[in-house]
Structure formats: structure tokens, C-alpha cells
């Protein structure tokens, strides 16, 4: 299914497939579906004043709906509007955790069959702004580690994108950055490459953490975990009867 105004950049799914993002970068072409978007829907991003913003936001929106479509078995119906809170969290009909960001050249998508989600991202561009937020952003811990590691600013936006993930499922909130040590996310090593991408993973209390980064953007999904799927988790080489006494 091809979705206008973008080309697709990376995805990714946590191990039990309850959780799935993906990331787009917006193009100034294509043709729009508008067959996809109910009134309401078109209304609310024609009211957008810049081009850009409604660019980034159609495709955001077409993104969601087609792995809405996934989940749900097709785009038609009512389980396929998205609407929104007064606070702009997206929400859909048909029982799926859903969460949007858009940036001005690039956009993500996440969506959960269950327990919460979050997604943010941010233009690579975005990191020239990141030493004015510095202060206000990092624990005094993760302050420590920038400066000993030498840490650049697109570790500062890897910090950004990944507190704003947890402000979205209510783990954070944007005045409390500092009270939020991501340290780990710093200290631990990337799977890939600066040329196939880069992610990392770590948790912070019941939520676990994807961080990526590739040549366009930086993002993060953050998804809540069950105590009891941790446990299972940590003791996976248990016999199945202590295993099962836990839940």
C-alpha cells in the first residue's frame, strides 16, 4: 500500500508483537488520499497554516490509518478515525493505543494492542538546538556523563526524543526532565551502524525504551511492560509450574 507525501525510513516491533512503530520522511510531493480521512479529519489539518505542518501531518495520519488497517483488517469503517483529546492525544474506535509525531521533514507512528505507547521525533537538524535545552533537559547524572564521555548533541536529542516518548504514556512530564536519568541510554551501545541505522535499549521503571537514529531523524518509542511479563521474562529458564505461579 503506497502512502503520499513520504518514503518509508525504518520500522521496528517489539519481541512479543504487541508494539510496532514505524518512521517516515516527508516529501514535498504525491497525491493526496483524502478518500482515507473523514470530515473531521481533513478539517482539523487544513486549519494548519504553514504547508509543511499540513504536509507532515497528512502523512502522519496516513501512516497511522494504514498500520490501524493492519490490526484491524481494513481501513473502512469508523475504526479507522482518528480523533483527539483536548490535550492532541490521538485516539481510535477500535480498542488500539496509538501514538503520532511529526517533525518538519520526518514523522512516526506507533500503535499497541495493549498497554500504552509513545513515539516522538525530531529532524537530525534539531540538534543545533539542544545545547540551549541542556539544563533543563538532563539529571545532574547525565550531566556527569556528557561531560566525562564527551558527549555531542545528537546525544542530547537522543535524551529529548526519548523523555518526550515517556511524557506521551504519562511516565514523565515535560517539566521534569531533569527528575528523569536516562543515563544507560548514554552509556549503552547502539545495534547497527551510522549507515543501516542505530538503535538502543533500555528501560526506565515499567517502560521499556526503543531510541533510533538514522540518517534523517532521531526517535524513540516508549511502551509500558507488565510486572508480571517482566518476571516471566527474567525467569524464562524456570519450569513452567514456577513460571506460571508468578502470574
Known amino acids: 500500500m503506497v502512502v503520499a507525501y513520504g518514503e518509508a525510513l525504518g520500522q521496528w516491533r517489539s519481541a512479543d508483537g504487541c508494539t510496532e512503530a514505524r518512521w517516515w520522511a516527508v516529501s514535498p ?20 497554516r504553514r504547508m509543511e505542518d499540513r504536509r507532515s501531518h497528512f502523512l502522519a495520519h496516513c501512516l497511522a490509518k494504514t498500520m490501524l488497517a493492519d490490526h484491524v483488517g481494513g481501513i473502512d469503517g469508523p475504526c479507522s478515525v482518528i480523533s483527539h483529546e483536548s490535550s492532541g492525544r490521538p485516539v481510535t474506535a477500535c480498542g488500539i493505543e496509538l501514538s503520532i509525531s511529526h517533525s518538519v521533514s520526518s ?10 505507547v509513545g513515539v516522538d ?7 543545533e538546538d539542544m545545547a540551549a535545552v541542556r539544563d533543563i533537559l538532563c539529571s545532574h547524572n547525565e550531566l556527569r556523563i556528557i561531560r566525562e564521555e564527551g558527549c555531542d548533541e ?3 536529542l537522543r535524551l529529548w526524543v526519548a523523555k518526550e516518548a515517556l511524557v506521551k504514556i504519562g511516565a514523565a512530564t515535560l517539566d521534569g526532565f531533569r527528575r528523569v536519568d536516562l543515563s544507560m541510554l548514554l552509556l549503552s551501545h547502539a545495534d547497527g551502524t551510522q549507515a543501516t541505522g ?3 535499549g533500555v528501560s526506565c521503571g ?4 526503543t531510541v533510533w537514529r538514522d ?3 532521531v526517535g524513540a518509542v516508549a ?17 513452567a509450574d514456577e513460571v506460571d505461579a508468578i502470574a
Open 29 to 48: 510531493a504525491g497525491v493526496p488520499l483524502s478518500a482515507w480521512f473523514s470530515e473531521s479529519e481533513s478539517d482539523r489539518i487544513a486549519q494548519l
Open 107 to 116: 514523522v512516526a507512528v506507533a500503535v499497541a494492542r495493549s498497554g500504552g
Open 121 to 127: 521525533v525530531e529532524d537530525l537538524s534539531r540538534a
Open 154 to 156: 545528537i546525544d542530547l
Open 198 to 200: 542505530c538503535r538502543w
Open 206 to 209: 515499567d517502560v521499556d525504551l
Open 215 to 217: 540518517s534523517r531523524c
Open 223 to 239: 511502551r509500558t511492560v507488565r510486572r508480571i511479563a517482566r518476571e516471566r521474562q527474567r525467569l524464562s529458564g524456570c519450569g
